[in-house]
């Protein structure tokens, strides 16, 4: 059986209108960093911070960038403030050898990365590390 590939700018788009209609968990966010990026490239992601971790009550701001290659090739995470995570180095950014991108799969998307992120908080390497104070509070509700 042959499998259709579909083009990075389909699969792209599909991703943007997700990250945009709410079909989503709702503590996850994604949506493009520029408007008018018209190479669907750079992109920004949201993390809400898991209860009862180090993490709780805080919001993470990502910046995820799709090269020409995604999603044949994995895309590259950063995050835009401090954290402390065993799998980030000291620029905040994703090392590519962890999880999902270490196994990176062509139908991996965005959202599996920042689900795998945010499961990957409330890990017991993860969920008790001291956190640094850069990341905002989540706003009260």
């Not at 408007?35 to 920004?44: E, R």
């Not at 270490?102 to 969920?127: F, H, Q």
Request: charge should be negative; charged fraction near 25%.
């Amino acid at each position: 059986s042959d499998k259709v590939i579909v083009p990075r700018s389909f699969r792209l788009l599909d991703e943007l209108e997700k990250g945009q209609k709410c079909e989503r968990a709702s503590h996850l966010s994604w949506g493009l960093a520029y408007d008018d990026d018209i190479t669907l490239t750079t992109w920004n992601g949201t993390i809400f911070g898991p209860i009862d971790t180090a993490f709780d009550n805080r919001i993470y701001a990502l910046q995820i960038v799709c090269g020409p290659n995604y999603p044949d090739v994995l895309p590259e995470v950063r995050f835009t403030a401090g954290i402390n995570m065993n799998c980030i180095d000291s620029e905040g950014t994703v090392k590519p050898t962890w999880g999902v991108l270490g196994n990176w799969k062509r139908e991996y998307t965005i959202e599996t990365v920042l689900d795998a992120l945010r499961r990957e908080m409330c890990s017991p390497a993860n969920r008790h590390l001291v956190q640094p104070d850069t990341a905002p509070p989540a706003p009260n509700s």
